[in-house]
């Protein structure tokens, strides 16, 4: 079955650092890929999708993510965090199930920006 | 374009009471689909449409129904509810099949005494 790992439960940066936040998929084929954020309170938003092409998929507010197909992972980057990027941040996976096509969520990751 | 909406925003039910979280979209999307979150495990598929007459299940629809009789609008109802439906309900859709973006409602959160 297919599954999504988000390693890292929460992660705190401090201001102006890097990030990378981890997830790994468990999926036979090429899977379509997505990372969302969640503010306080708020619905999901789209941070970015690979669906085939460049490994590395630009997104929006500064993040990117790598497709690494030979480690099942999908890692998002942003070169230097600003505090309005904590939030949760959730790795997603499209994938043909027995019932169709579905997307499955990680669990999860909390990001703390410290000043 | 309001997007996707929900309603109510909060809601407290008691045990064995039944009630019907609203979805709806602007968007003309054939795709929408609800969600729970709970905590530490993301978000999970209850149930969801590719169009108008036509719904399937997700990964946990026990206890909710769905129906989809326009294309905009998606209620998920609770039958007789029951405090493990205490959760955040979101709904979502996207223009196509879960290849596309899914644009996500605010949420209801519900909790179920």
């Known amino acids: 079955a297919q599954s999504v790992t988000q390693p890292d439960i929460h992660i705190t940066v401090s201001e102006g650092a890097s990030l990378e936040l981890r997830c790994n998929y468990s999926y036979g084929a090429t899977p379509y890929l997505f990372w969302y954020v969640q503010s306080p309170g708020q619905g999901l938003q789209l941070l970015l999708k690979?669906?085939?092409?460049?490994?590395l998929v630009q997104g929006i507010k500064g993040f990117e993510a790598e497709f690494k197909r030979s480690q099942s992972s999908f890692n998002l980057r942003k070169p230097s965090v600003h505090w309005s990027d904590a939030a949760e941040y959730f790795c997603?996976?499209?994938?043909?199930?027995?019932?169709?096509?579905?997307?499955?969520f990680g669990a999860g990751t909390r990001l703390f920006v410290k000043a | 374009n309001a997007g996707v909406t929900q309603t109510p925003k909060f809601q407290v039910l008691k045990t064995g009471q039944s009630m019907t979280l609203q979805c709806a979209q602007d968007?003309?999307?054939?795709?929408m689909s609800w969600y729970r979150q709970d905590p530490g495990m993301g978000l999970r598929l209850i149930h969801y449409?590719?169009?108008?007459?036509?719904?399937d299940q997700g990964e946990v629809p026990n206890g909710y129904n769905v129906s989809r009789s326009t294309t905009e609008d998606f209620p998920l109802r609770l039958l007789s509810a029951a405090p493990s439906q205490t959760s955040v309900y979101f709904c979502a859709s996207s223009s196509r099949v879960h290849t596309d973006t899914q644009y996500f409602g605010p949420g209801t959160r519900l909790t179920v005494l």
């Open positions: 449409s590719v169009g108008a007459g036509i719904t």
């Open positions: 997603a996976v499209g994938a043909l199930d027995t019932g169709g096509f579905k997307t499955i």
């Open positions: 968007m003309n999307h054939e795709y």
């Open positions: 690979y669906f085939s092409g460049d490994t």
